[in-house]
């Protein structure tokens, strides 16, 4: 059974940057996929960036391209999403989650953590 656990949000101003952590228990991070997805106050959880078990990143969610980056640190068991020029818009609930196989799609991942909440003011 793997176990997430996502850390690293608050409240910070446009422009700035965070960054995401989701610790991986369980199982080596290596195993799976993993994820970023976020869900905005009345909005559906949406896809923002993953990683495949092979390291390959696939596209990023439009919305965040060029500004978030995700990677793997394995010796640490952890995932992370590296935030900059942080926008109004990017305010949300992140979560992370894995899966053995990559998806863009929300209902195709197993494994999900708590999330953790980003709050971009402007």
């Known amino acids: 059974q793997v176990q997430l656990a996502e850390s690293g949000g608050g409240l910070v101003q446009a422009g700035d940057s965070l960054r995401l952590s989701c610790a991986v228990s369980?199982?080596?991070?290596?195993?799976?996929?993993m994820a970023w997805f976020r869900q905005a106050p009345g909005k559906e959880r949406e896809y923002v960036a993953g990683?495949?078990?092979?390291?390959?990143?696939?596209p990023y969610a439009d919305s965040v391209k060029g500004r978030f980056t995700i990677y793997r640190d394995n010796a640490e068991n952890t995932v992370y999403l590296q935030m900059s020029s942080l926008k109004p818009e990017d305010t949300a609930v992140y979560y992370c989650?894995?899966?053995?196989?990559?998806?863009?799609?929300?209902?195709?991942?197993?494994?999900w953590g708590k999330g953790t909440l980003v709050v971009v003011s402007s």
């Open positions: 990683i495949k078990w092979s390291s390959e990143t696939p």
């Open positions: 369980g199982r080596s991070v290596t195993s799976y996929a």
């Open positions: 989650a894995a899966d053995p196989w990559f998806s863009m799609a929300v209902n195709d991942w197993d494994y």
